[in-house]
């Protein structure tokens, strides 16, 4: 047989690259037909890459923290039955295995930059950014095909940047803070460094951004769910029978959203620089705490199309495959709207970041039962209510705040008029 190009496989709706974690095979190692080969990452979810056949991996064109679009080659793998004596490449590592005595391999490394080697938008705005001069960004070596500059290579020369290479004056320039920046106390011996993990990378470069990008504002409305609560009570033992499902307040709440954004739908929108994208489909995000305690977005789609026992079932597998790390990369991906239930750790309300590229996130607290006034036919009357804070922040370049108010106000009267007769 040919050698066989391995090439990075589609996972997703709207994925169109993908991370690599690490190698689980080197050049020169046998893999078998759907053995695991690599590990990558999109987004925030890990997947795991078998082979599609069986062989000798003769190549490797891209390493860990290489960035990779979808259908680019990774490798090559010789599937024919005998394998030797052959010369290996490795990027711009050129390795001659000798036959019988793999382990003492003879090296040779060469390594030379490309100044010269070609800039994609994606780098040139990165370096804009990051206010790189073109000398200083042509100075890094690049990890990908032919040399290559990736937007791995960028980050990393960055993390280790000391000095910037000097550039032509330049008529614009990003203005910088005149603000110190605060110095750090560390006790030797007493304090310890822990560095954070790719997925709180992530999560952290995606808050700043968003902060950044969208003026945030947060309205607040108070409202009663005691119906909902004793609905809730009467019948999860009941429906935990007859669909071997959890009841919470999750599937209610993703309801009542979905049915507000029908009511308003420039809430369910996107900013592309001056234009509105308006999503006509309705994909709720649930941010969702993980056991090590980052945080992951499972999006239940279309979700004003499904009923409260539909959307409980897929509330409840995104909940669980978040857990266990088993969410698949499309599953994370295409939310118009998100929600977040501060609740579940005792907070009584919040103030959430936008979750971009939307324009709002709605935070649910924790439900308490309180003394409240209330009208009844004999006129006003103490009673023990079980109350609920909402606060939604939106984004107010093109959500103001009678938009804003009136759709939070919506939501609160689904959750206050919820339909005690509704059929599980």
């Not at 001659?96 to 390594?111: F, Y």
């Not at 959203?257 to 649930?286: L, T």
Request: hydrophobic content about 40%; cysteine-free; aromatic content about 6%.
């Amino acid at each position: 047989m040919p050698i066989i190009e391995f090439k990075m496989p589609k996972m997703g709706e709207s994925i169109s690259e993908a991370t690599i974690i690490t190698w689980l095979k080197s050049v020169g190692d046998f893999v078998n037909a759907e053995e695991t080969l690599l590990e990558v990452a999109t987004d925030k979810v890990d997947s795991d890459i078998p082979s599609p056949i069986s062989g000798t991996i003769t190549e490797i064109r891209f390493h860990k923290d290489a960035i990779v679009g979808v259908g680019e080659v990774l490798a090559l793998i010789d599937a024919s039955e005998k394998v030797a004596g052959k010369k290996i490449t490795i990027g711009k590592t050129e390795t001659k295995s000798m036959p019988n005595d793999s382990k003492k391999a003879e090296v040779e490394i060469q390594v030379k930059s490309n100044p010269d080697a070609f800039l994609s938008p994606l780098i040139i705005s990165i370096a804009q950014k990051e206010n790189l001069s073109i000398e200083e960004l042509q100075s890094i070596t690049g990890s990908g095909m032919d040399g290559r500059v990736q937007k791995s290579d960028v980050f990393q020369y960055l993390k280790n940047r000391k000095y910037p290479i000097q550039s032509k004056p330049t008529t614009a320039h990003r203005q910088q803070t005149t603000f110190p920046k605060p110095k750090i106390n560390f006790t030797e011996g007493k304090d310890h460094i822990v560095e954070m993990d790719r997925m709180r990378k992530m999560i952290a470069d995606h808050m700043v951004y968003s902060k950044q990008t969208s003026p945030h504002v947060t309205s607040y409305i108070e409202v009663d769910v005691t119906n909902l609560v004793n609905w809730r009570n009467e019948n999860k033992d009941k429906f935990q029978s007859k669909h071997n499902e959890k009841l919470t307040f999750t599937p209610v709440f993703v309801q009542a959203v979905a049915k507000a954004i029908q009511d308003f739908p420039m809430i369910n929108v996107s900013v592309d620089e001056k234009n509105i994208i308006v999503h006509k489909d309705i994909n709720i995000g649930m941010a969702t705490a993980l056991p090590s305690g980052n945080l992951i977005v499972p999006v239940v789609k279309n979700a004003n199309e499904k009923d409260l026992v539909t959307i409980a079932k897929a509330v409840n597998y995104l909940a669980d495959a978040s857990r266990n790390n088993k969410l698949k990369p499309e599953e994370i991906q295409g939310s118009t709207f998100t929600i977040s239930n501060v609740g579940t750790f005792g907070s009584l309300m919040g103030t959430p970041i936008i979750n971009q590229p939307e324009v709002a996130i709605l935070a649910l607290g924790i439900i308490k039962k309180r003394p409240e006034v209330i009208m009844t036919s004999k006129g006003d009357e103490i009673a023990i209510r079980s109350m609920m804070f909402l606060s939604l922040s939106f984004d107010h370049r093109v959500v103001d705040g009678f938009l804003g108010g009136s759709f939070l106000q919506k939501v609160g009267d689904y959750l206050e008029q919820f339909d005690t007769n509704t059929t599980l």
